[in-house]
């Protein structure tokens, strides 16, 4: 499979979605991209994800979730691919 993610042609957008979904939707989805983070999360079912997508590829996430009356924006994780070409990409 080719690179899906080339920053010189990403104006091509319709390739790249975000998705918003629940705590229970979002788990069987967002645990293994954690999980190959090598980091653990906690899922809630009032959480709320933002899920980004390259056609049906789950390449990043972020959490939004209320902690101690306190809306907050938690745990973003992006693919190890992604972030490898991206790190190319602007390091050149």
Do not use: Q, W
């Not at 042609?9 to 979904?21: K, P, W």
């Not at 959480?47 to 959490?63: K, T």
């Amino acid at each position: 499979m080719t690179d899906l993610l080339n920053l010189d042609s990403f104006s091509d957008m319709n390739i790249f979605n975000v998705r918003e979904l629940n705590g229970s939707d979002a788990t069987p989805l967002v645990l293994p991209l954690y999980s190959n983070e090598g980091k653990g999360i906690t899922i809630h079912d009032s959480d709320l994800f933002f899920a980004g997508f390259i056609n049906d590829e789950l390449v990043g996430s972020v959490r939004f979730c209320v902690e101690h009356a306190t809306p907050m924006l938690r745990t973003m994780r992006v693919a190890k691919r992604i972030k490898m070409n991206i790190r190319v990409h602007f390091s050149a």
